[in-house]
């Protein structure tokens, strides 16, 4: 059986995002490190977008990039100055090949393409077994999410930031390029959160998603028809679909921390690196990334790595409030974003403002559904 200082269960974000610090920091050329996956990350299967100031680490990946974000509920618009920050996008393929390439160079990581069945720790030592073979290691990094494990109970909700979006070229020039539309909650709730989300390249194209934060998914049609009607609602009678896109990320404050052991740690969405209030994952990835590796250097139990912050707390009143009343998040986001500070508000959402900061934006929502949920909340911890 062949021994590795670190395995990788599954080549996720957080996965490679980690496996790329190990690399530029110079510090692991002596460990042997395995990625297994079934995927080979060979397709274009995601985008990844985030806020971020100019000159960011993933700059050179960055296909696409916006100053300006429109917000708009049934009641209003606004034009979001993001100042300081910018709205970028990266294809996922163009991660993947990007790190990859690097990974390919590097003497001690290994890549297998193969499915993992199962692994368990045995005296101080993980044994992982795949459908083909069985390998050792010192540490395991689990990016596999299972959603049993956070199902199985009830003191944490677990709702889903679930959509499918749709990559158009119209014959209409009805898209303004240098504006995304960072939510559009005019659209129907039925009883949701649901909203659009527009990414234009050019005045006739544009990636249009139809998004919902909500427990349960739809069917394909329901997202399709509802894409449908939006573009119809733009002003374009004549398009071509040139790609399409889905997706489903778990949106929940359980405390994955509590399964890791001193040499298992769950990283990505299965170690709650996904941002909860929000389903933004990739900038939290890249700075828990980077803290992970300066963690191993120092560091031998894995155990010590995740700790519980206020920012923890914020999101878990929020999915309270979304897990018994999902239709009121149009009304919380809307009230955040009418009259508050953008940069202040992205700086919220990035986990980095003083206690003062925080109140400044969190008394820009419902006041009253946050004091219940607080109540609420006490009565559980």
């Known amino acids: 059986m062949k021994h590795y200082h670190y395995i990788f269960a599954g080549t996720g974000l957080a996965s490679l995002m980690t496996a790329y610090e190990m690399i530029v920091s110079g510090k ?6 395995l990625l297994l996956d079934s ?39 606004r034009d979001l100055d993001l100042s300081p920050y910018q709205y970028k996008m990266i294809p996922g393929f163009d ?36 459908e083909s073979d069985s390998y050792s290691s010192d540490k395991l990094f689990n990016s596999i999410f299972n959603p049993e494990e956070v199902l199985s ?25 240098k504006k995304a539309t960072f939510m559009d909650f005019s659209v129907a709730q039925k009883g949701n959160t649901r909203f659009m989300y527009v990414l234009p390249f050019s005045e006739n ?59 298992i740690l769950n990283i990505g969405s299965a170690g709650g690196w996904t941002k909860a209030s929000t389903g933004y994952t990739f900038k939290n990835a890249t700075k828990k990334s980077k803290e992970l590796v300066l963690f191993l250097l120092q560091e031998n139990d894995v155990r010590k790595f995740q ?3 206020k920012f ?19 009304t919380i986001f809307s009230s955040m974003f ?18 003062s900061e925080d109140i400044q934006v969190i008394l820009k929502c419902p006041t009253g559904l946050f004091l219940k949920a607080l109540f609420s909340r006490i009565c559980r911890l």
């Open 312 to 330: 923890w707390f914020y999101d878990l009143l929020l999915l309270d409030i979304l897990d018994k009343k999902n239709h009121v998040g149009s």
């Open 39 to 77: 995927d080979s990350k060979k397709t274009n299967d995601r985008t990844w977008c985030f806020w971020e100031k100019p000159n960011g680490k993933y700059e050179n990946l960055v296909a696409k990039k916006w100053n300006t974000a429109v917000f708009s509920s049934k009641n209003y618009s």
């Open 338 to 355: 009418r009259k508050g500070n953008p940069s202040l508000i992205f700086k919220f959402l990035d986990e980095e403002t003083s206690f």
């Open 28 to 33: 692991f050329k002596s460990k042997k490190i």
């Open 307 to 309: 700790k519980r912050n």
């Open 205 to 263: 194209e544009a990636l249009i998603e139809y998004t919902l934060f909500s427990k349960n998914l739809l069917s394909e049609e329901e997202y399709e028809e509802e894409i449908k009607n939006y573009i119809e609602k733009l002003g374009i009678k004549n398009y071509e679909i040139l790609e399409k896109e889905r997706g489903n990320i778990p949106m929940t404050s359980y405390p994955f921390w509590n399964k890791n052991t001193k040499n």
């Open 153 to 177: 109970q009830e003191k944490y909700p677990l709702l889903q930031q679930h959509f499918i979006g749709w990559k158009i070229k119209s014959s209409e020039s009805v898209f303004t390029p």
């Open 95 to 130: 991660f993947y090949s990007f790190v990859f390439d690097i990974i390919s160079k590097a003497e001690n990581i290994e890549f297998a393409n193969e499915k993992i069945v199962h692994y368990e720790e045995k005296e101080n030592k993980i044994i992982v077994t795949t």
